[in-house]
């Protein structure tokens, strides 16, 4: 029986604060033309339409620095992969969070993968804690962008400084969050036989290249199978 080409890609990313997933997800939906489904850019998208009749609601868990309840965020992704864009597939960056969140969209979609970017924590704190900002909201990194002056940016001038939610104590209080919600999610998507995962410490074109070796593995093999032929050697990530 031959495979069905009609089937949408329904991915999602997943993966620590600055592991890249967010740079891989929209390389994926670029290079499959399906949109990126970001949710934090939905939630602070809703935030800022002050017409928006759940504007306030919302903020005042992103303001509070808490995080969305599950039965909205659902309905948010919900809504959203629903749109006439997405009827060729979608990229889920930063959903799901908690168990209640994969469990939701397992029952809404059927899932094609679901990528884990590592990084390990050690990475992670030297990416955020090495970061630089001005005022006008400039980035720069004292290890892999640094402005010519340490203290003073490039752009315009005006000091550098470290913001307190990117200093080491802060990032390892987020990454205990992440692993402890992450956990059940990872085991939850094991059980599932759909989890990759990724070597996020790689250059950002060695980590894309894993994505698509990955699937044009598993469609050869899904074509091997449907036409009688036997699996295409091993895939080596």
Known sequence: MPISQDRPFEIIVLGPPVSGKGTQAKL?????????????QILHSIKDDIANPLA???AEFINAGSLVPDELVNQLVADRIKKDDCVNGF???????TLSQAQAIDTAVKLDYVFLVNVSDETIIERISGRRVCKNGHVWHIKYSPPKTETVCDDCGEPLFLRDDDKSAVVKNRLEIFHQNMAPIIEFY?????????????????V???FVRHMIYD?????????????????TI
């Open 219 to 235: 469609l050869r093999n899904k074509v091997n199978r449907s036409s009688g032929g036997s699996p295409s050697g091993t895939a």
């Open 28 to 40: 994926l939906a670029k290079t499959f033309d399906i949109p990126h489904v970001s949710t934090g």
């Open 56 to 58: 306030q609601k919302v």
């Open 91 to 97: 990229i889920l960056d930063g959903y799901p969070r």
């Open 190 to 206: 094991e059980r599932a036989g759909i989890l990759i995962r990724i070597d996020g410490e790689k250059h950002i074109e060695e």
């Open 208 to 210: 894309f290249q894993q």
